[in-house]
Nanobody
Framework: QVQLVESGGGLVQAGGSLRLSCAAS????????MEWYRQAPGKQRELVAQ???????DYADSVKSRFTISRDNAKNTVYLQMNSLKPEDTAVYYC?????????????WGQGTQVTVSS
């Protein structure tokens, strides 16, 4: 059984920083793309950042130059460094990963962590 567990959310003032972590555990044979999504109240879930297995990263326009995604393959962990936070970044942040379990590749999701940015 595979699990993704996020940590690092919280309350921060505008202009501040937070670092989110997401660790995968279980019977993992490999991890392809790792992603961070967010969902604000009343809005659809949106892709914030993604990183491939060879460390190619991509970002939503709204977070470019402020957020940095990275991964530690030895720890099966993905990070999201969030700087210059704005109130509009307030949302529940979810990590997701394409994980190989024996012969299958499936997308797994974390439970979400709340990020609140006060003005």
């Amino acid at each position: 059984q595979v699990q993704l567990v996020e940590s690092g959310g919280g309350l921060v003032q505008a202009g501040g920083s937070l670092r989110l972590s997401c660790a995968a555990s279980g019977m993992i044979f490999g991890i392809n793309d790792m992603e961070w999504y967010r969902q604000a109240p009343g809005k659809q879930r949106e892709l914030v950042a993604q990183i491939t297995s060879d460390d190619t990263a991509d970002y939503a326009d709204s977070v470019k130059s402020r957020f940095t995604i990275s991964r530690d393959n030895a720890k099966n962990t993905v990070y999201l460094q969030m700087n210059s936070l704005k109130p509009e970044d307030t949302a529940v942040y979810y990590c997701a990963a394409q994980i190989r379990v024996i012969l299958d590749i499936k997308k797994y999701w974390g439970q979400g962590t709340q990020v609140t940015v006060s003005s």
